[in-house]
């Protein structure tokens, strides 16, 4: 059997395949029928799939996390794909490769580290430097960091994925501080820590949760850990620098309405909370666009961001649009005018000088 990946199913497609188990439960119809809610995974995307036989015995042989071959056949539902189940059973994970299954950030992790490392270690502040490598180089933080994703299921959420979106906003941080006039040891700073505690508070599974650690703590007052913790390895770290760092890492969130425990109340904290807004924001777009299964230009309902998003590249063009023959016809008789006033008596007067020419009394 030859796998399909998601992207490429074609609508009334007769499928056979192993896709991985995001999600499976039972639902119950409008008529009261039960029937298998269930998202299958891969590589390349999600699908919605349903089974309308046998629901309650097939959800207790298949649970959310299992590899499971699947035959069916790709719909249209409501604008976008939905995989019709005939039959599903799982599989046992030896007989699968993995980098089928797993997304993954495109530019390799390592050499994201690199660049970001070379951030850090061109900052001028002594001590905001130092502590930024000494925790980069924790071998823990490190191996964690270049695998991690940032979010369960739209935040940058791929393998690598977290790394992507920390170097990213360093690089807005590098971009953005000098333009507003801003400290950007501070910036960058907050770029690189706000939210690195990731790795402790979500799992690297293929289906990401919250760990306990993640539930009862969360990043952002474990970043304060991770900053004690380093920071007081460090001779003589200020105070006030550290003070003004974990303000930063509070209030990143920029709204008390975000579960962000302080909103930011100066410039760097306030740039930092926008840098990660803008970046978090843009790449889910991309996300959204990239993964959507509707026909058109135009993504579904986007729920978490409130909107339907259009999908397609804008219009662009390098040079003038030529004329078409219909556009050079027009022009012509709006050009053309009928002669008035002197012109016209003019035009009369040569029209019967030709009348007469010849004439004799």
């Known amino acids: ?19 991985f188990v995001k999600y499976i439960a039972v639902a119950e119809a409008r008529n009261g029928n039960k029937y298998l809610n269930v998202i299958l995974s891969d590589s390349t ?23 499971a071959k699947v035959k069916g056949k790709t719909n249209i539902y409501q604008g976008r794909k939905q995989f019709i189940l005939q039959s599903i059973s799982k599989i ?30 061109a900052l001028d502040d002594v001590y905001i430097r130092d502590l930024l490598v000494n925790i980069l180089s924790d071998t823990e933080i490190q191996r964690r ?52 505690c990731k790795v402790y508070e979500l799992t690297d599974d293929l289906n990401v949760e919250y760990t306990e650690e993640g539930k009862l703590v969360g990043h952002l ?23 003004h760092l974990k303000h930063i890492l509070l209030s990143h969130h920029g709204e008390y309405a975000y579960g962000s425990p302080k909103i ?27 993964t959507d299964n509707n026909t058109g230009h135009w993504t579904g309902f986007v729920k978490h961001l409130d909107r339907i998003v259009y999908k397609d590249e804008l219009p662009f063009h390098n040079e003038y ?11 012509a008789v709006e050009t053309k005018k009928k002669p008035t006033g002197k012109t016209k008596e003019k035009a009369s007067s040569g029209a019967m000088a030709d009348a007469l020419k010849g004439f004799k009394v």
């Open 264 to 290: 930011p109340q100066t410039s760097e904290a306030m740039l930092v909370h926008m840098i990660d807004l803008m970046d978090s924001k843009m790449h889910t777009f991309e996300t959204v666009k990239r």
């Open 321 to 331: 649009l030529e004329e078409t023959p219909s556009e050079e016809k027009h022009q």
């Open 45 to 67: 995307g999600d699908l919605e799939s349903r089974s309308w036989n046998s629901a309650e015995e097939i959800a207790s042989k298949i649970e959310k996390g299992d590899f």
């Open 221 to 243: 007052v474990k970043a304060l850990e991770v900053v004690d913790r380093f920071s007081y390895r460090m001779k003589q770290f200020p105070h006030q620098t550290k003070m």
């Open 1 to 19: 059997m030859q796998r399909v990946n998601i992207k490429d199913l074609v609508p009334k497609e007769n499928v056979e395949s192993v896709f």
């Open 92 to 121: 046992d994970k030896s007989e699968i490769n993995m980098d089928d299954f797993v997304l993954k950030a495109d530019r390799k992790a390592d050499e994201m580290f690199d660049e970001l490392f070379s951030l850090v270690n």
């Open 145 to 196: 960091l270049k695998k991690w994703q940032a979010g369960k299921t739209i935040h940058h959420a791929y393998q690598g994925g977290l790394l992507e979106h920390i170097l990213s906003c360093a690089n807005l941080a590098k971009t953005l501080s000098p333009i507003y006039k801003v400290n950007l040891n501070y910036v960058m700073a907050g770029a690189v820590l706000h939210d690195i």
